[in-house]
């Protein structure tokens, strides 16, 4: 897999978390990462939440499948509103 961009963008629409599957909301600021891999161009955007976890954990070689991050040890509980 080769990353070509990794950035903080604003959500244009409703998108869901790679980490945790939560919906994250139009107008939204968070982490957008555009990757390569096997010919597939794929984006994917993480929640704050997410986003800073996995600075926390390790990747491993084949990074992470969709919604695994939330079922990781210490993954942090998202407080109520």
Do not use: N
């Not at 800073?52 to 969709?66: A, H, L, Q, R, S």
Request: net charge negative; hydrophobic share 30%.
């Amino acid at each position: 897999m080769h990353i070509v961009s990794d950035k903080k963008v604003k959500t244009r629409k409703t998108h869901k978390c790679w980490g945790c599957m939560e919906d994250i909301p139009i107008g939204t600021t968070v982490q957008s990462v555009t990757s390569v891999d096997g010919g597939e161009i794929a984006t994917v955007y993480w929640c704050d939440r997410c986003a800073d976890f996995i600075t926390k954990v390790d990747w491993g070689e084949d990074g992470w499948e969709f919604g695994e991050l939330k079922q990781c040890e210490g993954y942090p509980v998202k407080e109520s509103q």
